[in-house]
């Protein structure tokens, strides 16, 4: 079971001290809970209960682009068919948030700061590093935070008891900690959102009964089709997951679910192969589309609308489009080069998702 796999000194170092944050932390949240349940007339063992539904059922997503190229051009794809295990960017060198893991670099500070300098002591391997994900609790069909990829896995709950958990990307330190024994300080934050503000990791109109019953009878059900799901298009606000310990497909991925422009590429083929030698159940969710010319030059910058026409294929992008010119760019980046250096490029292409993501339409109602 993978809840029983060997961490290493660093790892164990690292939930440990995220278990001590957030016990200090307990007696606050605690206070803060019951004051909403309070007010809200839900009863505190209710609260109890959904800690109890979480800790068994709450699956981690790891949000992934299936074609994005690795270090020896093979894609991402690929390269989990082969070998099976889900790597961090210490080791695959690509990101979808920040192109930052390297020794002494933005994201190995981040860490240094979040684990008490766990992953720096003497010894550490790259392969050591935590995988980044997010704590999947509204099911959310385009995944909990879709920003960083257009196909996620969906890991078996059990994997949960190696993770940490932050209140937002771990790069902004955010206050709210936490790890599977000690959630309180996540929950508080994540109650006291809709309470105050109707809203929380991407739902609105949400109050702490609608969140209550969410927690309590969906989280538990079998999964929905995605594609017949309207998206949430969730950019910002997501409980981040740091895992500790390797991720290997076999034991501890238990749904893939992916970008319908993939379907029969051969992007699409490797991650049918890959849920077939894997044992992984596959689901399609509505995927984006949009017109080049629909391209607005106000969410991501005016930049935008002419990348869209330059990269567009028939007219129009979605996951796939994207993905082919970011592999262009890599092997021809001469061929960008009126449009800025090769991580400005980078950046665009990254920020295109963004805007898909935002304001694209589902495929099936492109093709309907």
Known sequence: MSNNRQLTRSQNAAIEYISNYARSQKREAQASLKEIFQLSNIPWNTFEEVVQKIKSHARVALHFHPDRPVVDMKSVAQSLFEQGIYKSQFE????NGSVSAYSGGPRDRWEEKLFGGAYQLEGVTNFERPKYGA????LHPDGPSPRFGSCYFLLKPNTSHRCTFTYGGS???PKEKGTYEELDDILSALFTDAFFRDY??????????KLIDQLLYNLERPLEDPSKLAPHRNLNHFIETQVHGDILLEDDVEVLIADPSFKGTDIGNYLEQICIKYSIKLFWHM???MRSEEVPSDFRGPTMPSLAKRIARKGKIDANVIGNAVNDLKRNPDHWSDRGKYEEVLQELKYMWHVLVRYGNSIDDWSS
């Open 287 to 289: 995927g984006f589309t």
């Open 92 to 95: 695959t060198l690509i990101s």
């Open 135 to 138: 704590l999947d609790l509204l």
């Open 171 to 173: 790069q902004d330190d």
């Open 200 to 209: 929380a990791i991407g739902e609105k109109d949400l109050t702490p009964q």
